[in-house]
């Protein structure tokens, strides 16, 4: 084994496979390759499976006759541009709270209440962002160019006074929408907000029987993460495929704003 | 109808359709999934043209139409194993050379995580290097390496185990 190219990396590898690499670390990698015939095969398979991907995909880079149309928005009803604002946070609101500012200390120092609601929230909470989130021409309801009604609505079907749609401008979502939904069998609110690329949260809120709060909690399904906490007679739910410090950063969001 | 101008932003999405319709297809599982995603995407692109801050449009279109097929996989329930398209379904001028083993390769790309294969197509088929795909996708470029080297892996074995089947124990 040469020594002066002890340090190739898997990442070189690959690199040069795709053609990633100047000439004198192309040079490097080949002495490499010629001392290593595992390596060899490995990048030697991945050069074929490039061309043949490639290969696979390359007849679809073609102009088709409904282009013009498609761009020009021929092809959609006259209101679609309105529609499509799109951003998912969805709050569920679970039922409503008398939470006066009774709860001043901050979530993590409550304490833990096993609530048969806590199993339900995050379940709800995750399927009703699988099922909205995806949705490109109809997340929600009720779009953000009408929040006032948004909040007048959902407050009175869910019997909360002064339900306000939490913003969430400063970490970068806007709002897209909500809509009503049931949680936990009762009417809950879902809000929708989106950021800049299209990745979408959505909040819930839903009715909770027993009176109560919780600390956050956390739960993951797959890619989806779901940060939610009881308070009061509501429960809460932040859901999204985001990291988990910006999840958790809405989810604090969203607790300072909604009333207490 | 009306055809817009070369400068115009839809004479620009326009031109560049054809390498957007090639991506949209290589992320989904059949042509029509394909078109789906890209006419979702270029209604997208066109409502929130506001965004765009005049640098690099394809780039962000990409980054658009990749989060907008990873939100498209969450409503189909993720069935990341679940193979759906055969060659059949590949319209095109071109058939490619060898149908059957086209068909493997794709059914080995459709086991592939969305995320995996969103940032293998980045790479493979529309040129991206890794520093790009990792700010298109808002990841850090390691997360590029591990996803890039788990679809390999992955595309490597389904081929292989094909193979195996293909040879020694025909059905």
Known sequence: ?260 | MKTPGQDSFEGKILALLPSLRRYSRSLTRSDADGEDLLQDCVEKVLARRGQWRGLNLRGWVLTIMTNLYRNGRRQTGRAPFVELVSSEDIVSMDPPPDPLEHSRLEDALNSLSEQSRSVLMLVVVEGYTYQEVATALDIPIGTVMSRLSRARQRIGERMKADNVITLRRPK
């Open chain 1, 1 to 260: 084994m040469n020594e002066i190219n002890q340090t190739v990396t898997e990442a070189d590898l690959h690199a040069y496979a795709d053609g990633r690499l100047p000439e004198q670390a192309r040079a490097r990698i080949e002495a490499w390759l010629n001392d290593n015939p595992d390596d060899a095969a490995k990048v030697a398979e991945w050069s074929t499976q490039n061309a043949e991907i490639r290969s696979l995909f390359a007849p679809y880079e073609r102009s088709a006759d409904g282009d013009a149309a498609l761009v020009t928005g021929s092809r959609q009803p006259a209101n679609w541009p309105k529609r499509l604002a799109a951003a998912a946070v969805v709050i569920v609101v679970f039922g409503l709270g008398a939470v006066s500012g009774y709860y001043g200390s901050t979530l993590f120092e409550k304490p833990d209440l096993q609530l048969t609601e806590l199993e339900t929230l995050p379940n709800e909470a995750r399927n009703a962002f699988l099922i909205y989130a995806g949705e490109v021409r109809h997340p929600v309801e009720v779009f953000a160019d009408e929040e006032a009604h948004l909040a007048t609505w959902l407050g009175k079907r869910l019997a909360i006074q002064n339900l306000r749609v939490p913003n969430l401008q400063e970490l970068a979502f806007k709002l897209v929408g909500g809509r009503l939904l049931p949680v936990d069998g009762r009417p809950g609110a879902m809000f929708m907000y989106e950021d800049q690329a299209g990745e979408r949260l959505t909040v819930l809120v839903g009715r909770n029987a027993n009176n109560g709060s919780t600390s956050f909690r956390f739960a993951s399904s797959g890619n989806v993460e779901t940060f939610y906490w009881i308070d009061g007679e509501l429960g809460y739910a932040v859901t999204g495929e985001v990291k988990r410090d910006v999840l958790r950063k809405v989810a604090e969001e969203c607790y300072r704003q909604f009333p207490s």
